[in-house]
């Protein structure tokens, strides 16, 4: 990682120029660059600037830079739920202990708590494609994710008090009214869609959500990306620098270790793949955690079962307070179907406390 000594931000590509660029890179002189709009992230832009060299020189042919949103409704969700300044710091402060897990280098990575604007300048995944949610997750896809989630938790745990920084511990700004709330607004939207399975476990989640918050406090706790989905993540081909490489860490916080396995399981594969290779994958996410895992097969499994209601408040929540857009909806609501699926399949809803 770069020195961030200039905390000076790019708050759209318009501020880049080629001075800037070759003292973050870090490389040879950059004589010119291009950019253009890549992802499909709701909160933030993101753009892939395409460089030029000095002759007879080089460095990486491209880079990855990442903004505010800008719509103003998600530029403001981003902003006020403190997404953007957490994923400065994680670059900043948890990724140079991270180096062999599935991240991209960092450049740059500042945030101005005045204005709401960051930027990232990351490593591009080149020779690598992203995952599509909606879509759903191969099978290799499904064991590359669960196993390289096993390795970085399993690095993690090399560094004993990575997670406690204080702005990790963000805990969960939801309430059981709060959810009510957005869920009522869910309903106004998406509400002839819903199904009756469906609003059977959203309903019951909303009744008893303080009760359900409170059981998640006695959890084994790790680092947590909070939104371990396909979208967020860029599968290599033979001649990429890594298999995988996860992005978009702005809901980072200290959580339920296994909430992002319960989120990948419940919400990026099809249901009936999921079905099919659930015990396979949940025991390859072990096995690949490490000998020293604190937690035994048994264990995860429970813990999944116990967090496969996040992705539904996800799909809740995250869906009224973003810019709607028509992949956006499809999205929610594939995810909403396959995390209520995942609830019923396995029981959990005998877990939530009555009320």
Not at 159 to 167: E, K, N, Q, V, Y
Not at 216 to 233: C, E, F, S, T, W
Request: proline share 5%; with cysteine; hydrophobic share 40%.
């Amino acid at each position: 990682m770069q020195d961030h000594s200039d905390d000076s931000v790019i708050a759209t590509p318009a501020d880049l120029t080629a001075d800037w660029l070759t003292a973050k890179l870090g490389a040879s002189t950059v004589t010119g660059f291009r950019h253009e709009r890549i992802g499909t992230g709701q909160v933030s832009d993101c753009y892939r600037v395409s460089l030029d060299y000095a002759p007879g020189t080089g460095g990486p042919g491209s880079a990855v830079l990442k903004v505010a949103s800008s719509d103003p409704v998600s530029r403001q969700t981003g902003a006020g739920l403190g997404l953007y300044e957490s994923e400065v710091r994680f670059y900043r402060e948890i990724v140079p202990q991270l180096s062999a897990g599935p991240l991209p280098a960092c450049y740059h990575a500042a945030f101005d708590s005045a204005t709401g604007a960051f930027d990232l300048l990351i490593g591009d995944a080149v020779a690598s494609a992203p995952g599509d949610e909606i879509r759903g997750a191969t099978l290799e896809q499904a064991r590359l994710a669960v196993s390289e989630l096993g390795r970085l938790h399993a690095i993690v745990r090399e560094h004993p008090g990575l997670t406690g920084a204080d702005w990790l511990q963000r805990g969960s700004m939801l309430n059981q009214e709060l959810l009510a709330q957005l869920y009522g607004m869910f309903l106004d939207r998406y509400g002839e869609q819903v199904t009756a399975p469906q609003r059977s476990v959203c309903e019951a989640l909303v009744g008893a959500f303080d009760g359900y918050r409170a059981m998640q406090q006695n959890l084994p706790r790790g680092l947590v990306h909070a939104d371990y989905r396909l979208d967020n993540m860029l599968f290599g081909s033979l001649d990429a620098e890594r298999p995988l490489t996860v992005v978009d860490w702005q809901g980072v916080m200290s959580g339920p270790v296994v909430s992002d396995l319960a989120n990948f399981l419940g919400g990026a594969l099809r249901i009936e793949d999921r079905r099919a290779h659930y015990d396979e994958l949940v025991d390859l996410y072990h096995a690949s955690s490490g000998p020293d895992s604190p937690l035994t097969p048994l264990q995860v499994r429970e813990t999944v079962r116990s967090q496969s209601f996040m992705g539904v408040i996800t799909a809740i929540a995250a869906s009224v307070i973003v810019e709607r857009t028509e992949r956006g909806d499809t999205l929610f609501m594939t995810t909403l179907n396959r995390h209520c699926a995942h609830v019923l399949d396995t029981g959990a809803l005998e877990l939530l406390p009555t009320v």
